[in-house]
């Protein structure tokens, strides 16, 4: 299984940036797809997750800015980050679990997300 994340950089508060995440070597309808970060010093957090059907979580403090999204036919899954601020600087990590467990399987290598003031 390989989680490929890609779309990072580095960008100013207030701008925007997608990070997709392209899946391979799973059923991709069988997994619940995710998104978490990790800013320098701190525990990894979760971010936003998404099933199959469509059905959306996100953090209480991205919600309203950023919005994940998957595309089953390209075994994709996105985060729209918008009106980015600089304490979301981070490495942003997609992962991946089957609809009936509760911990990720996959993890993929990580997106460095840069805001600057």
């Known amino acids: 299984v390989q989680l490929q994340a890609s779309g990072g950089g580095l960008v100013q508060a207030g701008g925007s940036l997608r990070l997709s995440c392209a899946a391979s070597g799973l059923t991709f309808s069988d997994y619940v797809m995710g998104w978490f970060r990790q800013a320098p010093g701190k525990a990894r957090e979760f971010v936003a997750r998404i099933n199959w059907g469509g059905s959306t979580l996100h953090k209480d403090s991205v919600k309203g800015r950023f919005s994940i999204a998957r595309d089953n036919g390209k075994n994709t899954v996105y985060l729209q980050m918008n009106n980015l601020k600089p304490e979301d600087t981070a490495v942003y990590y997609c992962?991946?679990?089957?609809?009936?467990?509760?911990?990720?399987?996959?993890w993929g290598q990580g997106t460095q997300v840069t805001v600057s003031s």
């Open positions: 992962a991946a679990r089957l609809q009936s467990k509760a911990s990720y399987d996959y």
